[in-house]
């Protein structure tokens, strides 16, 4: 793979933050407090995206409820096993997929 070392402007975070749903940290505090007692547990274990001086949450990982996808923390869990930084998610969002070898699987 090859790493584009372009900065990265605006408008392409703006997209970012559309498609994978990229509430603030403090909103996601907020909800979690609104849905949950203590919210803490919740919040030390869900992976942040940082983008300029923000601290972000892919909404992907998030259930109805405020609780956390099983898939996504098992994700996050084994990268932090291997210590891959954070920011990893962020360039995984920005980096266009390599066709897949095989016919394509659609799904309606």
């Known amino acids: 793979m090859t790493?584009?070392?372009q900065p990265i402007s605006d408008q392409m975070w703006n997209?970012?933050?559309?498609?994978f749903t990229l509430p603030a940290l403090g909103q996601v505090r907020r909800r979690l407090s609104?849905?949950?007692e203590d919210p803490e547990p919740v919040m030390q274990q869900f992976v942040r995206v940082f983008i300029d001086d923000g601290i972000f949450c892919a909404g992907f990982q998030f259930?109805?409820?405020g609780?956390?996808?099983p898939s996504v923390l098992e994700?996050?869990?084994r990268a932090m096993e291997l210590q891959i930084p954070h920011n990893y998610f962020t360039v995984w969002?920005?980096?266009?997929?390599?066709?897949l070898p095989g016919p394509a699987l659609l799904t309606t």
């Open 3 to 5: 790493l584009n070392r």
């Open 63 to 65: 259930l109805p409820g």
């Open 75 to 77: 994700l996050f869990q």
């Open 15 to 19: 997209a970012i933050r559309t498609e």
């Open 93 to 99: 969002m920005i980096t266009p997929p390599e066709p």
């Open 67 to 69: 609780q956390l996808r």
């Open 34 to 36: 609104e849905l949950m």
